[in-house]
């Protein structure tokens, strides 16, 4: 099969115009079959003959002529099992002329007309046409995924995102079955869908929903709403119905306001549906979300601030990508940077949950910043995207939190009403149609009066990040004589950066005469922090003088060109020092940042004493990266969690730090003999914080399931005893996914076996339930589990790829290092054969689950090492590797601190 190139694109678009698809696909048999019938006619007209003169007189970057695209000459692209007819033009086309997945367009007129019916493959791994059955109810569950160069895989097209086109849909289904897609559609007939005609749509964007789903109608402002998802959901999503509608409501009213301009797709229907391989997908007219969302079991705030989060970054995209699209992968960022920047913001702003922005610092951003330090860094807008291979490799950290970070400051400097008056012309100028970075550029230029290229190649043509780290003296009176703050790059990357950064000194409440000396107008909203979702207070933070809060706060330009790096403060000069100096207060830049040495000596006592939820966020964030850089030692930021923990109130902070704290300081930077001890103290903060927690409170269930996750041998029977029902905490619920995560630690601890899976799934008969099932069969402490579930992972194609992944999710446990030590070097020889029989999704997903995360040795990576020598590696399997071998390295340098 061909991957399309850059320069195939752009000189097929440069030749072609796309006047609209009709579409008809036959779901009729889809309870019964792995196949359905695909029938396209897509009409399409040349711009004119391609000429040397033509391409070197283009607009965007001359390309040279191919064999593929020039002249009247050009293909369209389908993945088919069987053809049943092909005409170009009236003329009958020989199936037998097919490159791959390559129809080629021979003898073009000004105007063409290519008709397509073939028998086409339902997938199983999220990409294509999706097939799923229900273990609940046996019910048969379809919906499209066109991501990334996936509508070829459903429909034949041009499959490019800047050959926009109308989409006429007409779907055959069972009568009993619910169908959507991007446009309004009605039943003509028992079974026969029809779909309005859409506005010009990328074929990336198209999409049919399909099966015995659960539908909730509403409506808002003139917008039909609608929720779906599988039946035996539906009184989770009944449930939660009044919250979605009411997040949406509050979204696209915010939406309109910003951008004065509404919503452009007519209907608004999110559904979702089982085994989606992303988070959402920003289908115009119809989302589609992972159906994890449809909560079947007790969450905490934070996730339902996630979810929140989602939907308004999904709606976001509805502007930035469904109504003005990127001409090329290239310009990714102008979808993904700006939906994640709008999502957080509009979520903080629109909605109850006002500490978004909190969560993105701790959680979202610190993922940006590992993305852009490992070997596989690139440009938030790179240049040199070649193919849709390597543009599925840039959807990451940096295209999602870096860019919207970078976004962020830009807002901060320009200000709001020239950001959003240039996005309003932007949105205007290329409506339905495609633009580029440049596009963007002009048009926020000429709304700010500045001059942004400069901006624009330091931040977004250049990967990599500064450190920011502030540099002190203070007399005998307690207050500053100097503060500079010093920006230094990685020597490989060596561009510096200008900074607007806020620099807060938190301490002691101020006394009243020197109160005036807070910038209230930068401080965050303390109040949410008071512990809304099941905080008990007993941490000491209503006394105000126990309490640390911000003192004086200043906000201050970075220069790119300052000698040396260094920035001097002269307005903290003869300032009392405080307790704390936090370097990007407020966190409106992208930048790491260090703390001095007595601060950071001292943040055991300070941290838990801080009542800003963002403060603590960023120091929480600074301290793990320094510890990902062995610039602190592991040990320490573990004394940082046990001190600090037990104080932390804000949900989304309290489980990043303790996902960090586990996974990643004590699982992999620490040594497995230092291991047991340090786990034991962390698993006694978690009952702590479980017995000081609200009976009920979302507090109280992330100390459980922080508790359960480290629990070790000795506390096994406690964790036995709530799975039988017996001793549980007040108020804790043991739900079904409690059930499994007890039932999961249990297994690796080796005190519970396969009856105990085979009875817990006989109890929970549901989808997420045989997920479990697998994760923990692969957990099972025996060598004979072991093989029969790296057997399933390397060799078996035919399970669907989310059952795969949840093996290999389970398969590598820090408890049982001696019983996969032989399967590190079978993974580095195995995995090759793996990633070329599996569909590029798949093949990301497992190679990454099933990399040996926790064997930390130099032997690990060596082994590596070798696999990346060879010459016939995969651009996924390559970028998998290296990602996951140099964080690899960073814990084998983590444990030289130890």
């Known amino acids: 099969m061909h991957i399309l190139t850059r320069a195939e694109a752009v000189a097929r678009a440069r030749l072609l115009r796309v006047d609209g698809y009709d579409i008809e696909l036959d779901l009729t048999a889809a309870r019964t079959s792995t196949e359905f019938d695909s029938t396209t006619r897509v009409r399409f007209s040349l711009r004119a003959p391609i000429s040397d003169a033509t391409l070197t007189a283009a607009p965007t970057t001359p390309v040279p002529r191919t064999d593929s695209a020039v002249g009247d000459s050009s293909f369209a692209e389908i993945k088919a099992v069987e053809f049943h007819e092909l005409r170009l033009d009236g003329r009958r086309l020989d199936p037998a002329v097919l490159d791959g997945n390559r129809i080629p367009l021979e003898g073009l007129g000004a105007a063409g007309e290519l008709v397509v019916s073939a028998t086409m493959r339902y997938s199983n791994t999220g990409e294509g046409l999706h097939r799923f059955t229900d273990p609940e109810d046996g019910e048969v569950y379809l919906y499209a995924q066109t991501f990334l160069d996936d509508a070829q895989r459903i429909f034949a097209c041009f499959d490019q995102p ?46 049919v929903v399909a099966g015995s789903y659960h539908l909730i109608e509403d409506s808002h402002d003139g917008i039909p709403l609608g929720l779906l998802c599988r039946r035996s959901l539906a009184p989770y999503l009944r449930a939660d119905a009044n919250e979605i509608f009411e997040v949406t409501k509050a979204c696209l009213d915010r939406y309109h306001e910003l951008f004065a301009d509404r919503y452009p797709f007519g209907t608004y229907d999110q559904a979702f549906v089982p085994e989606f391989n992303a988070g959402a997908m920003e289908n115009p007219g119809c989302v589609t979300f992972r159906d994890e969302f449809v909560y079947r079991s007790a969450v905490t705030e934070a996730e339902r601030e996630l979810r929140a989060v989602v939907v308004a970054h999904e709606m976001a995209h509805m502007w930035f990508g469904d109504l003005v699209t ?90 709001d009403e020239a950001f959003f008056t240039g996005l309003r012309a932007y949105f205007t100028r290329h409506a339905y149609g495609n633009a580029s970075l440049d596009d963007l550029l002009a048009a926020l230029s000429s709304a700010s009066g500045r001059d942004l290229s400069r901006w624009a190649t330091v931040w977004l043509r250049r990967e990599q990040v500064n450190t920011l780290t502030p540099r002190v003296d203070v007399d005998a009176a307690g207050r500053f004589t100097a503060v500079t703050v010093r920006q230094t790059a ?111 000596a001292a943040l055991t006592q300070v941290l838990p004493r801080i009542t800003d939820p963002l403060a603590r966020a960023m120091i929480w964030a600074a301290a793990a990266d320094a510890t990902r850089d062995a610039d602190w030692a592991a040990a320490h930021y573990l004394d940082l969690a046990q001190a600090a923990l037990p104080a932390e109130r804000q949900l989304a902070v309290f489980e990043d730090v303790l996902r960090f704290a586990r996974v990643t300081a004590l699982n992999r930077y620490l040594t497995p003999q230092a291991r047991p001890a340090v786990a034991a103290r962390l698993h006694a903060v978690c009952r702590q914080v479980l017995a000081d927690a609200a009976a009920g409170s979302g507090r109280q269930l992330s100390a459980a399931r922080g508790t359960i996750s480290l629990a070790g041998t000795g506390a096994a029977a406690e964790l036995a005893a709530w799975l039988d029902g017996r001793d549980v905490p007040d108020g804790l619920v043991v739900d079904p996914e409690l059930r499994w995560s007890l039932l999961h630690r249990l297994v690796v601890l080796d005190h519970a076996g396969e009856p105990e899976i085979i009875a817990e799934a006989q109890r929970d008969r549901s989808a997420r339930a045989a997920e479990n099932a697998a994760r923990a069969r692969a957990a099972l402490a025996d060598p004979a589990a072991k093989a029969r579930a790296w057997d399933r992972i390397m060799l078996d194609d035919q399970t669907s790829a989310r059952l795969i992944a949840a093996s290999a999710d389970g398969f590598w446990q820090p408890e049982q290092d001696e019983l996969t030590a032989s399967y590190v070097e079978r993974y580095f020889e195995q995995v090759t054969a793996m990633t070329t029989r599996r569909t590029p999704h798949a093949a990301r997903q497992t190679a990454h689950c099933a990399y040996p995360h926790y064997a930390v040795s130099a032997h690990t990576t060596q082994a590596a090492d070798a696999l990346l020598a060879r010459d016939d590696l995969g651009r996924v399997l390559r970028r998998v590797v290296v990602d996951a071998t140099d964080e690899l390295r960073r814990a084998i340098a983590a444990r030289t601190l130890a």
């Open 162 to 207: 800047d050959l926009k086109a109308p989409v006429r849909l007409t779907v055959l289904a069972p009568p009993d079955w619910v169908v959507r897609a991007n446009g309004a559609g009605r039943q003509t007939a028992p079974g026969r869908w029809e779909f309005t005609e859409t506005p010009p749509l990328a074929t990336y964007f198209v999409t």
């Open 326 to 415: 990127m001409r090329w992968w290239d310009d990714l960022w102008l979808n993904e940077s700006f939906a994640e920047y709008m999502g957080y913001r509009v979520t903080a702003e629109a909605t109850r949950f006002r500490d978004a922005w909190t969560s993105f610092a701790i959680g979202r951003k610190s993922w940006g910043y590992a993305a852009d330090q490992r070997p596989s860094t690139h440009p938030v807008a790179p240049s040199d995207v070649a193919d849709t291979a390597l543009a599925l490799l840039n959807f990451d950290g940096i295209s999602y939190a870096k860019g919207a970070s970078v976004l962020r400051q830009l807002v901060a400097w320009v200000g």
């Open 490 to 600: 990685p020597p490989r990357y060596p561009t510096l950066r200008p900074h607007r950064v806020g620099i807060g000194i938190y301490g002691p409440s101020a006394a009243p005469d020197t109160a005036g000396s807070v910038d209230t107008a930068s401080s965050a909203d303390t109040a949410s922090s008071a512990g809304t979702d099941g905080s008990a207070g007993t941490d000491g933070s209503a006394d105000p003088a126990w309490a640390f809060v911000l003192l004086r706060r200043v906000e201050v330009n970075l220069a790119a060109d300052a000698p040396d790096g260094d920035t001097s403060v002269v307005e903290l000069v003869g300032t009392p020092a405080g307790r704390l100096l936090l370097v990007n207060d407020g966190d409106l830049t992208y930048a790491k940042t260090r703390f001095t040495a007595a601060d950071l």
